[in-house]
């Protein structure tokens, strides 16, 4: 069973940078892994993905934050990334980790980040 925990939120000047973790326990690998992203009033998008280590570990970003954010996947340390840069105000939001493998899908507990001067 999957469980993955973020770390790394918290408040940041427009345009900085924040490196955000996602653990896992157990099963890692074989996982899709994503991140995503809720602001208050709005739905819950996803920023960018990485599939599993045995598919190559292809990427995929959301338009908003192409050339801004990269994800990546240590799957030794059972950890996804998501490095963030440039940050604007539009960027804050609760970060969720996610994971799917075939009939499963897990969630973090998300991690905040703050944008603001």
């Known amino acids: 069973q999957g469980q993955f925990v973020e770390s790394g939120g918290g408040l940041v000047q427009p345009g900085g940078s924040l490196r955000l973790s996602c653990a896992a326990s157990?099963?890692?690998?074989?996982?899709?892994m994503g991140w995503y992203r809720q602001a208050p009033g709005e739905q819950r998008e996803l920023v960018a993905s990485i599939s599993s280590g045995t598919s190559g570990g292809l990427t995929n970003y959301a338009d908003s934050v192409k050339g801004r954010f990269t994800i990546s996947r240590d799957n030794a340390k059972k950890t996804v990334y998501l490095q963030m840069s440039s940050l604007q105000p539009e960027d804050a939001a609760v970060y969720y980790c996610n994971g799917q493998r075939i009939g499963f899908e897990y969630w973090g507990q998300g991690t905040q980040v703050t944008v603001s001067t």
């Open positions: 157990g099963g890692f690998s074989i996982y899709n």
